[in-house]
């Protein structure tokens, strides 16, 4: 078995992660608790890890 998630699978998975958010009636505020506990995995409101980090560079 593979150690790590493979880019494709990741990104698989990340997609559909994203689609149950899109419909959430709190992403939002899933987001914010992503924020403000520093979440360091997974899709959070609608946003992956790195898309969190982006956007916290792009905020300051």
Do not use: Q
Request: glycine residues 6%.
């Amino acid at each position: 078995p593979a150690t790590f998630e493979k880019k494709e699978d990741r990104e698989k998975r990340e997609v559909k992660a994203k689609s149950v958010c899109n419909g959430c009636p709190v992403r939002f505020e899933c987001l914010e608790e992503a924020y403000e506990i520093s979440e360091p995995f997974g899709v959070w409101g609608g946003m992956n890890e790195v898309e969190r980090k982006r956007n916290l560079v792009l905020a300051d």
